[in-house]
């Protein structure tokens, strides 16, 4: 599909447009061809938004599973592995053949873009359309404001595009002449694109070529599954204003899925500089069960469909958490296996991460090896129709935490339930303070601003233990070291919250618990019931018992009472 260059144009293949961490850290720009041939020198690609990494990073997947023709089977895939080097030729006469359909400003087929796109009414459009970090309606909460908005090179207005089809709030967009959706001139919602219902994941190695290698699912049983009908949106022919049939739309595979066009889309400009862009509905894409396609997010299991639909099980991909850190909910990532005989799993872990750890449990990989699982999602605002937050974040861990059985994988859970279990009862020491200060309000604050500072203290011990365990760590012992160190960080933390009570909390007064029953509230009360607490919430990190124990509370029959009010 070659041919003469026309008067604007830009290629993808050729133009650096990609940012992108080399291996001694400095940051550059590279063309699609630089990507694949420079990965083992690169660190990462590095954009302006995570969530623009990774849809880029989905893109060159596409590229090299087209490429690697899979790969097809395991056995392709451990060569890759064992080699690690890239079928770089064959990248270079995939990318030479379909050069054109990598063109951006291509008269005919603009690359992820329709040529004639057109409202019925000519409008003018802006950028702030495309660009995801202009808020809507309040360009003077960005630092491009002015000049920066008139105008972006068209390597910037390329990363913005890839991210548009892969992150594009809902909400009303411009009608497309030739579109049957259209009503008024409006087209009206028809959902968030694609990796926005995502709770994406994809695996960092140390180079760019590890990652690439280690999010290469290859076409082999029970992994992905061979269909001629799943090609790259390059490889058919150029999308129209109108939404693809059902029949043929797909997805069909991992090629169709990358390069899923969620949107209509025109950019306005020249060689020099874009200018605007006109935004319209796409293709629409139901994610119920695509579990056995998409291998780059987390599922669960969804109760409405499930009970809707009358079937078990039913999997949704889940966004996550954005108001905690990744390991926080480690059991989320790495979700333990039901036991025999039981119901479907509530959550299933990213086919990316099944991978890997069959690849360990094999000995493809070796069992030093470490991974950097990154997890990227987005939260949309009113009605979805606004993007509020992008959550990014990455735990190091040795790959043998990865395997569903390891008794490894299971302690780091769990080590992450300890130290929720440990702040629960800091909260509660929090509360216990406030009321014995005189506080009337059940939900002062205290305890939530306890809480934060708690995980603050514990998130880079907690990142710092789980990057070190390795194949000769003792499970048992190490989640004996992780609730000790959680003790004592929680127990400062407590010591600070209880001298700073002031006088008047020393004193106490007389309050109900949360059974009703009538007792005393003090700061001597509360650290009492804190130390109780952390004890049972943390039963590995028991001193040994030649040390000198604490001093007691009082009679067994209040002590019982004290332990009930306050753990």
């Known amino acids: 599909m070659t041919g003469s260059p026309h008067p604007a144009e830009f290629s993808l293949v050729d133009e650096a447009w990609i940012p992108v961490l080399d291996a001694g850290g400095q940051r550059r720009t590279v063309s699609l061809l630089g990507l694949f041939e420079q990965a083992g020198d690169l660190r990462m690609i590095a954009c302006e938004l995570p969530t623009q ?80 970090d202009v808020p809507s309606g309040m360009p003077f909460l960005t630092t491009r404001a002015g000049p920066g908005m008139d105008s972006i090179t068209p390597a910037e207005a390329a990363r913005w595009l890839v991210h548009c089809q892969a992150y594009d709030p809902s909400g009303i967009k411009t009608g497309a002449v030739g579109d049957p959706r259209v009503k008024g001139g409006r087209g009206y919602p028809i959902g968030v694109a694609t990796l926005g219902a995502l709770g994406g994941v994809y695996l960092e190695g140390a180079t760019l070529l590890e990652t690439l290698l280690l999010n290469l699912v290859p076409v082999a049983p029970g992994w992905q599954v061979v269909d001629d009908r799943d090609l790259p949106v390059w490889e058919r022919e150029p999308q129209t204003a109108t939404e693809e049939a059902d029949a043929t739309r797909g997805p069909f595979g991992l090629l169709s899925l ?13 060689a020099g500089v874009i200018t605007g862009a006109m935004i319209s509905n796409g293709d629409r894409l139901d994610w119920q069960d695509r579990h056995l396609l998409e291998p780059m997010s987390v599922w669960g299991r969804s109760g409405p469909r499930e009970r809707e639909q009358k079937r078990t099980p039913i999997y949704l991909p889940r966004p996550h958490d954005h108001s905690r850190a990744l390991w926080r909910g480690l059991q989320t990532l790495l979700p333990s296996p039901p036991p025999p005989g039981a119901e479907p799993p509530q959550r299933l872990s990213p086919m990316v991460v099944q991978w890997l750890a069959r690849m360990t449990v094999t000995g493809v990989v070796r069992p030093d090896f470490q991974a950097q699982p990154h997890a990227v999602s987005v939260t949309y605002g009113t009605q979805q ?126 309050g109900t618990d949360r059974h009703g029953r009538e007792l005393h509230f003090s700061s001597f009360q509360a650290e009492a019931w804190f130390r109780t607490g952390l004890a049972k919430a943390l039963p590995m990190s028991a001193e040994p018992k030649n040390e000198t124990p604490e001093p007691p509370i009082g009679g067994a029959e209040s002590a019982h009472q004290r332990q009930e009010a306050g753990v």
């Open 53 to 132: 990494t990774f849809a880029i990073l989905r893109l060159a997947l596409a590229i090299l599973h087209r490429a690697s023709d899979g790969p097809a089977g395991e056995a392709a895939w451990q060569a890759l592995w064992r080699d690690r080097k890239l079928p770089t030729v064959d990248i270079v006469d995939y990318l030479g053949a379909f050069r054109e359909r990598f063109d951006l400003l291509h008269p005919k087929h603009p690359f992820y873009q329709v040529a004639d796109l057109r409202a019925a009414k000519e409008n003018t459009y802006g950028l702030e359309r495309i660009i995801a």
């Open 258 to 270: 990358y390069t899923w066009q969620s949107r209509r889309i025109r950019l306005f400009g020249g």
């Open 385 to 510: 129709s606004v993007i509020d937050e992008v959550f990014s974040d990455a735990l190091t861990m040795n790959v043998l935490l990865l395997a569903e059985d390891s008794a490894l994988r299971a302690a780091a859970v769990d080590a992450a339930g300890d130290s929720e279990a440990a702040v629960v009862v800091l909260r509660r020491l929090a509360d216990n303070l406030a009321r014995a200060a005189g506080s009337r309000d059940t939900d002062s604050g205290e305890a939530d601003r306890a809480a934060e500072r708690a995980y603050a203290r514990l998130d880079r011990a907690f990142r710092d233990w789980l990057a070190r365990l390795g194949p000769e760590s003792d499970p048992v012992a190490e989640r004996a070291y992780w609730q000790k160190l959680v003790r004592r960080a929680i127990s400062r933390l407590g010591r600070e919250l209880v001298e700073a009570a002031g006088p008047t909390a020393w004193v106490g007064r007389t």
